[in-house]
């Protein structure tokens, strides 16, 4: 089936089978592979991308259900050249260990700021819920979002 | 020692792959693709214990999708491996002793046909009876696992000490107690992957994957392929969390995709999804652990006797390791004047166990913490009183007969630090009266019809419990004498003044590449910024051994701290010929220029001097090494020197329990370490902030439980890793104890993070609701009931 | 494995009704796809067949919410995230709310649906008390016709519905509930966030000067699927609501419990929790209606 969509500001038409992810769709079709697969049900967030100003799993949309949407993923984040405020302040508060989890728990983070600039601490940690990090406790994740919230 | 003033050891530094990381441009195993590559789907039985009479591949063997099956066969090197004893087929030919356990590769294009195909291999076995309980393992009359040993006994450590039966009699009190920890699992978010290629040139296989220890893959992967070790090349791919678990299992799966490459010579890719990493992966060591601790009146502790039974699983992978560490900690940071330990690891069917940070200690920190504290309450002095009584102090002799010296002990330190800053004594004793009065009402869940009676209801305004509890630790840094400890770290200064680094540890998402960057940029007095960490890769840097045992830090740092001080002295013997100067000590190098601060001041640019440097045709590269101590272990009497050195940790939960429901909420951590010199504070930060949620994890939630030696809990669905919203808040603090060892004596703090949590939980909700649990995870319902609820019982530890 | 050979984007019910005609059972409909994809990954019995999926994401009907003097139309495809933002259901449906706010993570309540979350009733679907205590009905379309039921008699046993192969849920009604009831929805799970349902329990309660006018009670999760329990509540109506009287309702709801669910593995827990857990919802409600 041919789909069109908005992948990170750009028109997209593309033919697809059915039977393929979102998640397959970036990172085998469009070799964005920022976007990773952890747990394929859900579970892990290490796939979230933004889908219609939404936080979607990737790995529980099917790529023939994107039809129209708008869809941002890690690579689309930086804009001619410079990080997005959330990237540097994940460097600066070593929000980052293995980074595995990073680009679906900005994205999460992403979405959050999108809809609500000025998250409380509850708000921020029940927005990254869905992200599973085993490295970092979360605590220097929550302090950069923090920080972002300010900033912008 | 620690007389040194620093311009950026011990602060904030951004990460080296930091960028990267957060730009979605690193690349992890799974994102490499490579012309051609085929992929390799496993075949495994459905049973957990048997013998394979045959394989018949006929169904599928003609299937257009099926390149070629990969079995033993192809295999001309070893085809069974293992750290210490070879017992792990590659591919299994002889039998199945584990549910994970492969017995061929199905490769072709299409991994989704692969997988159907899999499924319709027959496999001929004659089932033999399933091993779950170490006990019945070690029973004189039970099968053996493995045939060609003579017991289901992997190893056993004894320890002896003094007179322990004296021990006893001279004691005004015993308690003896028996505990149990869980089998859990590594969860690194990244499942495993691991692409071979085969080589151009003499290189006959480069193999990229999620590896933690790519020397030891080399060394596996040339054993199974029977070629030298020059022959393959091993690169680490970004690596998505590994905590100890991306070993053994990276080891095999690599080499069965660089069999199956060269076979094809195409490139050859084995991707997991998160059930086949679970199902396969080996994982924590379950222990049963029995404690007799005789003590007086004062609360001074005279006997130990410590028998500790751990469940390796099918196959002995890093057990010997493992349980050796327990050996030596098992008695806690206290003097024992007699000790008599037993540490056994057994097979089993169960899922095989291996390293896991913590590595044999969080075991029995769990027990001799819930017991120090029942010894407090015996004798009616607080947990830290009891602590203060019998921890170890300056020159104090371990159970091994270790004396402590040649670096600071601070204990005391940290024990203090962590009462102090969490008001642990005032807030424990709070808790402890209003939990006997919840104690003493009558509640009771435990009547045949289970419908409660009118006096068990608890009004909503007693749901909630305060409890605060602490552990304590201690912790030999590095291998001991597990083996031979030794590192590796290249410098290279570039013409124009920025450098190379490359360790031959590896960067495991933990921040060493950063903690070496700013142990280079420290000594050259550059900024950290103008280093860039290269690729690692087994045949550009010399094998450091495996990055494991916290020993980074320590070793790492120390082989970097010499590289770069060899090629300072390079540069400081130019500026003393040209400045005409008598000592290089008055020379610093700082902020990326080099001062003389003598009767006439000079300076020079750092860049300025490295271009002096190479138009003379100086060697700005070198190779950094950086070996431990000799140390020794007498195997019969567990005696010796265990580790050259040791780190020291405090750690306080204070948690809130419902009572009503068995949740327990993590208000607080205060976790006090130290690591030494803290050379990477962000990087220190989040090692506490990881380790200790880790450890919050191992002690109320997380378990992977087997019935007939099969995982009931294969994806995170189930297998239940803390969220964000599961602690409320972790506070760190370092106490930096002065040590001659590594770089400034920066020493260890991956593991002392983790080890400690899960006994401070469980001692602060016994202060919470007066009750001791005896089993980990306090779960829901291990809380109410004493016990875990499974579709199927399994025996547990003490009820009461 | 994903078996599916074709996804359809129907824009109106009709276009469903007519697609779902054409079918030998391997047609299914997805909305938010958080039960059917993992369902797909875990090669879940109840998915291996399907070839075409019919996606209604695309169909406005099935998306709104609409108020009469009686009653509250929620379409099937509404999301949960939708749901808590919508201030008509917070206003007159906090139960259903405060559910959702407990289901999955942000990004599954971004897909998931109120129809998916108790299409395939799975006892652990965490809406279902809610809309069982808000007395919620469905509406059920087929080519052929357009019926209305109540959401108990749908729910069958688990796993099973009342739903017919060319059928599709196409509106929750929930009849507009009297500003006298007040209540509360509780969840337990093993951990604070994205956690299944260990128990759900969801109550409303009408206090008249101390005397229980009317009382509805749901649970999920700790039976087999989301029960309402009629019987408990016409046997405590009219009574005066005090501290013993909750420990009675809390133990013949108890009771009940164990006769619809029988003994099993979790009962040793889950049972005498369960009971608790009702005691202080009805406690906490008490204590507002005061």
Redesign the interface.
């Known amino acids: 089936m041919k789909i069109s969509f908005v992948l990170n500001s750009q028109n997209m038409s593309i033919e697809i089978e059915p039977n393929i992810r979102l998640l397959d769709l970036l990172r085998d079709k469009f070799n964005l592979t920022g976007t990773k697969e952890g747990c394929s049900i859900g579970e892990c967030g290490a796939c979230t991308v933004i889908m219609n100003g939404k936080a979607v799993n990737s790995c529980l949309v099917l790529a023939g259900q994107c039809y129209g949407a708008e869809i941002i993923t890690i690579e689309g984040i930086e804009k001619d050249g410079k990080l997005h405020p959330l990237q540097e302040n994940f460097l600066k508060s070593g929000a980052v260990q293995c980074g595995f989890c990073s680009p679906g728990m900005i994205m999460s983070a992403y979405a959050l700021l999108l809809k609500n600039p000025n998250p409380t601490e509850e708000e921020i940690k029940d927005a990254i819920a869905g992200n599973l990090c085993r490295c970092t406790g979360y605590k220097q994740i929550i302090d950069a979002v923090e920080k972002t919230a300010k900033e912008i | 020692m620690n007389k040194e003033k620093f311009n950026i050891v011990g602060k904030p530094v951004v990460r080296q792959d930091g960028y990267s990381k957060v730009t979605g441009k690193a690349k992890y195993a799974d994102d490499y693709q490579f012309d051609g590559e085929l992929y390799g789907i496993m075949v495994r039985t459905n049973v957990s214990h048997a013998i394979i009479k045959g394989i018949d591949f006929s169904s599928i063997e003609n299937h257009p999708s099926i390149t070629a099956i990969i079995t033993h066969l192809d295999i001309g090197g070893s085809k069974k491996v293992g750290p210490i004893k070879q017992d792990q087929p590659i591919f299994c030919f002889e039998k199945i002793v584990t549910p994970g356990d492969v017995v061929a590769m199905l490769v072709g294009e299409n991994e989704v046909v692969l997988k159907e195909l899999a499924k319709k291999v027959k496999i001929d076995l004659e089932e033999l009876p399933v091993l779950e309980d170490t006990s019945t393992a070690l029973a004189s009359d039970s099968i053996l696992i493995h045939p060609q040993y003579n017991s289901n006994l992997i190893t056993h450590y004894p320890l002896r000490r003094g007179n322990v039966e004296k021990g006893f009699k001279q004691s005004d009190e015993i308690i003896e107690q028996t505990y149990t920890t869980q089998l859990i699992e590594h969860a690194y978010i990244e499942p495993e992957c691991v692409t071979a290629i085969p080589g151009e040139g003499n290189i006959r296989i480069k193999i990229i994957g999620s590896i933690q220890n790519p020397f030891t893959t080399r060394r596996v992967v040339a054993s199974v392929l029977s070629c030298g070790l020059n022959e393959v090349e091993v690169i680490q791919a970004e690596l998505g969390g590994s905590f100890g678990g991306k070993d053994d299992t990276m080891n095999i799966l690599s080499a069965r995709a660089a069999v199956a490459a060269l076979k094809l010579n195409r490139p050859v890719k084995i991707k997991y999804d998160r059930e086949e990493s679970i199902i396969e992966s080996y994982k924590r060591h379950p222990y049963i652990l029995n404690y007799k601790i005789g003590f007086n009146k004062d609360g001074k502790i005279k006997a130990m006797k410590i028998d500790l039974l751990a469940d390796g699983g099918a196959y002995s992978s890093m057990s010997p390791f493992v349980t050796w560490r327990s050996v030596v900690q098992a008695t806690g940071p206290y003097q024992v004047p007699n000790v008599y330990t037993d540490v056994r690891v057994v097979y089993t069917n169960n899922p095989y166990t291996g390293a896991m940070r913590g590595f044999g200690s969080p075991q029995p920190i769990f027990a001799i913490e819930s017991m120090m504290d029942e010894i407090a309450l015996k004798v009616g002095k607080t947990p830290f009183e009891i602590r203060k009584i019998n921890g170890f102090k300056q020159g104090s002799v371990t159970a091994s007969g270790q004396k402590l010296s040649g670096h600071e002990v601070t204990l005391h330190k940290v024990l203090k630090k962590a009462t102090d800053v969490s008001s642990f004594n005032k807030k424990w004793n709070e808790n402890k009266n209003s939990a006997q009065r919840v104690d003493d009402s009558p509640k009771s869940f435990m009547n045949e019809s289970l419908v409660l009676k009118k006096n068990d209801f608890i009004p909503p305004d007693n749901l909630w419990k305060k409890g605060i509890g602490l552990a304590l630790s201690y912790r030999g840094c590095s291998l001991g004498a597990e083996g031979i400890d030794a590192a590796a770290t290249y410098v290279s200064i570039q013409p124009d003044g920025t450098v190379y680094l490359l360790s031959g540890l590896a960067e495991n998402g933990q921040g060493l590449k950063t903690t070496f960057s700013i142990v280079a940029a420290e000594v050259l007095g550059i900024s950290p910024e103008k280093i860039i960490y290269l690729e690692p890769n087994t045949s550009r840097v010399p094998d450091s051994g495996p990055t494991v045992a916290s020993r980074a830090t320590l070793m790492g740092g120390g082989a970097t701290k010499n590289a770069c001080e060899e090629l300072k002295n390079r540069l400081s013997k130019i500026l003393l010929k040209e400045w005409k100067l008598k000592s290089a000590s008055d020379l610093i190098f700082a902020n990326g220029i080099v001062v003389y601060k003598g009767k006439r001041p000079k300076k020079i640019s750092f860049d300025e001097l490295i271009k002096t440097a190479y138009s003379k045709g100086v060697n700005l590269s070198t190779i950094g090494w950086y070996s431990g101590p000799k140390v020794h272990w007498e195997e019969e009497t567990g005696h010796g020197s265990a580790y050259f050195t040791y780190v020291y940790g405090c750690q306080v939960a204070e948690v809130s329990v419902n009572v009503g429901t068995g949740e327990v909420y993590i208000n607080n951590i205060w976790a006090v370490h130290d690591a030494g010199k803290v050379i990477n504070l962000l990087g220190a930060e989040g090692q506490i902030y990881g380790g200790t949620t880790q450890g919050a994890g191992y002690g109320l939630w997380e378990k992977i439980s087997t019935h007939n030696g099969k995982i009931r809990e294969n994806n995170f669905d189930q297998f239940l890793i803390p969220t964000s919203k599961d602690i409320d808040a972790i506070h760190p603090f370092f106490v930096e104890g002065k040590d001659k060892f590594g770089a400034w004596g920066g020493k260890s703090l991956g593991e002392p993070t983790l080890e400690l949590t899960a006994a401070a939980i469980a001692n602060a909700i016994t202060n919470a609701t007066g009750k001791r649990f005896f089993n980990l995870p306090i779960n829901i319902e291990e809380l109410l009931l004493r016990k875990k609820l499974y579709p199927e019982s399994l025996k547990r530890g003490s009820t009461s | 494995?994903?078996?599916?050979?074709?996804?359809l984007?129907p824009e109106t019910v009709d276009e469903v009704c007519r697609l779902l005609q054409d079918t030998n059972g391997l047609s299914k409909i997805?909305a938010?796809?958080?039960d059917i994809?993992?369902g797909f990954?875990?090669e879940s019995p109840r998915f291996v067949n399907i070839e075409r999926?019919i996606?209604i994401?695309?169909i406005d009907e099935l998306k709104s919410v609409s108020v009469t003097e009686d009653y509250i139309s929620i379409g099937s495809a509404i999301s949960f995230?939708e749901i808590i933002s919508n201030p008509v259901i917070n206003e007159k449906l906090p139960l259903l709310v405060k559910a959702s706010r407990t289901i999955?993570?942000?990004?599954?309540r971004?897909?998931a649906t109120l129809g998916g979350n108790f299409i395939n009733n799975a006892p652990c679907a965490d809406s279902v008390a809610p809309l069982l205590v808000y007395d919620a009905e469905i509406k059920i379309k087929s080519i052929a016709a357009e019926k209305i039921m109540k959401l108990q008699d749908f729910l069958v046993k688990p796993y099973r519905t009342r739903l017919m192969s060319d059928e599709i849920v196409t509106q929750i009604i929930v009849p507009n509930p009297p500003a006298k009831l007040i209540g509360d929805f509780y969840k337990?799970g093993?951990?604070?966030?994205?956690?299944?349902s260990?128990i759900s329990l969801a109550i409303l309660l009408d206090v008249n000067n101390g005397f229980i006018n009317e009382m509805r009670i749901a649970s999920g999760a700790v039976t087999p699927i989301g029960t309402r329990f009629y019987d408990v509540e016409e046997f405590f109506k009219g009574r005066i609501l005090d501290d013993?009287l909750i420990?009675d309702i809390?133990?013949k709801l108890?009771?009940r419990i164990?006769e619809v669910s029988g003994?099993r593995?979790?009962?040793?827990?889950k049972?005498?929790?369960v009971?608790?857990?009702c005691?202080?919802l009805i406690?906490?409600i008490e204590r507002r209606s005061l």
């Not at chain 3, 593995?265 to 827990?269: F, L, N, Q």
């Open positions: 494995m994903i078996p599916v050979k074709e996804i984007l997805i938010g796809g958080t994809i993992p990954h875990i999926l996606d994401n695309n995230s999955g993570s942000t990004q599954i971004n897909r337990l093993r951990r604070r966030a994205v956690s299944i260990r013993e420990k809390a133990i108890g009771e164990m003994v593995w979790s009962s040793e827990y049972i005498p929790v009971q608790q857990v005691y202080q406690k906490g």
